[in-house]
Nanobody, 133 residues
Framework: EVQFLQFGGGSVQAGESLRLSCTASGFRFERSNFGWYRQYAGNRGNECEVVSSRKRDGTTYYAPFAKGRFTISTDNAKSTLSLQMNGLNRDDTAVYYC????????????????????????WGQGTLVTVSA
């Protein structure tokens, strides 16, 4: 069974850190491209935006709001994708999703917003991150 099981998230104060992780099974982790996306709470239409991505060749991308604060990483031995988030602020409050293109041919970066889980083929279940002042 193809799965991307998500861990982490929760509630923190502004300025604090969180680490999100996703553990893969049922597909070739090392051949995949990955993305982290987020959906704002209460968002209508279930729209997501890209937070960060990492291709199988190691190329990474960070959305402007994530640069300098978030770090994406992979551990092929553990089939795990992670997102370290530092210096969180209230604008980071959202549901965060990990996703994979298991064929490693699609660019995880999408301009603007798109319907969550309607891009790439493997998605985590999502985890809520709440940042309070």
């Amino acid at each position: 069974e193809v799965q991307f099981l998500q861990f982490g998230g929760g509630s923190v104060q502004a300025g604090e850190s969180l680490r999100l992780s996703c553990t893969a099974s049922g597909f070739r982790f090392e051949r995949s491209n990955f993305g982290w996306y987020r959906q704002y709470a209460g968002n209508r239409g279930n729209e997501c935006e890209v937070v960060s991505s990492r291709k199988r060749d190691g190329t990474t991308y960070y959305a402007p709001f994530a640069k300098g604060r978030f770090t994406i990483s992979t551990d092929n031995a553990k089939s795990t994708l992670s997102l370290q988030m530092n210096g969180l602020n209230r604008d980071d409050t959202a549901v965060y999703y990990c996703a994979a293109d298991s064929d490693g041919v699609m660019d995880p970066v999408v301009d603007g917003t798109f319907p969550c889980a309607r891009y790439l083929d493997v998605w985590g279940q999502g985890t809520l991150v709440t940042v309070s002042a």
